[in-house]
């Protein structure tokens, strides 16, 4: 496993206070498909090269989302893939992965891909928006 991919799962684990790495990778896998559905272009481009090979590759190949989803039908989504998930463990992983992305993103890139998301993402991601 690449020192990146290790300290990416690391980060996942500890903020989703994970007992096992599988587990972590699991939450990352299931919520980095449904948010590669929802981006394009450059901005994805630009995340899945700052992310490690195994998430960028299922960052750019994601189903197509026939519509974006709303962060609620995010969180309704992400707790369909995730096995024995309910919607506050489904949130709970959620913000374990997309703060690590956020926080291995940096602010100018989350807040490009904010804006190809539908409004309430950013607190998914942690970044409750400026009003």
């Known amino acids: 496993m690449s020192m990146r991919r290790e300290s990416f799962l690391a980060h996942v684990q500890e903020r989703g206070q994970y007992e096992t790495r599988e587990e972590a990778d699991r939450a990352a896998r299931v919520v980095l498909a449904l948010l590669g559905a929802h981006l394009v272009g450059t901005v994805r481009a630009e995340l899945a090269a700052r992310l490690p090979e195994t998430y960028a590759l299922i960052l750019l190949n994601p189903l197509q989302a026939a519509e974006p989803l709303s962060p609620e039908r995010f969180v309704r989504a992400s707790t369909a893939w995730i096995e024995g998930a309910n919607e506050k463990t489904a949130l ?9 992305v956020a926080a291995t993103a940096g602010d100018v890139l989350v807040r490009e891909v904010l804006l ?7 607190v998914l991601f942690g970044y409750p928006q400026q009003t």
Not at 92 to 100: E, H, K, M, N, P
Not at 116 to 122: H, I, K, S, V
Request: avoid cysteine; charged fraction near 10%; charge should be negative.
């Open 92 to 100: 709970w992983d959620i913000g374990a992965v997309l703060s690590t």
């Open 116 to 122: 190809q998301l539908p409004p309430g993402y950013d």
